[in-house]
């Protein structure tokens, strides 16, 4: 299995950027498809972005369409997520995930990271 860890969260101002990144160990990183998830207080927990173990696709929720961008580094074993102009709307906590190669389900998860955006 593998093991996921999350960074890069924070504070930041309406318009702002961050980038977080997720870093797996055990199991070879490329074996999985990866994807970002986030829930609000009091909200479901979202899928945000997805991409595909080899990085050739990639699905958004409409509503980071245009300002999020998923990426991964099979050889460094790190997923990434840039947010660009951020809303208050994205405040959540984030989580990455993944799941085996052809797989429906998100078996592995990190412990999430705190991204809060202030109007």
């Known amino acids: 299995q593998v093991q996921l860890v999350e960074s890069g969260g924070g504070l930041v101002s309406a318009g702002g950027s961050l980038r977080l990144s997720c870093v797996a160990s055990g199991r070879t990183f490329s074996s999985y498809d990866m994807g970002w998830f986030r829930q609000a207080p009091g909200k479901e927990r979202e899928s945000v972005a997805r991409i595909s173990w080899s990085g050739g696709r990639t699905f958004y929720a409409d509503s980071v369409k245009g300002r999020f961008t998923i990426s991964r580094n099979n050889a460094k074993n790190t997923g990434y997520l840039q947010m660009n102009s951020l809303k208050p709307e994205d405040t959540a906590v984030y989580y990455c995930?993944?799941?085996?190669?052809?797989?429906?389900?998100?078996?592995?998860w990190g412990q999430g990271t705190q991204v809060t955006v202030s109007s």
């Open positions: 995930a993944a799941r085996d190669s052809g797989q429906y389900e998100y078996r592995y």
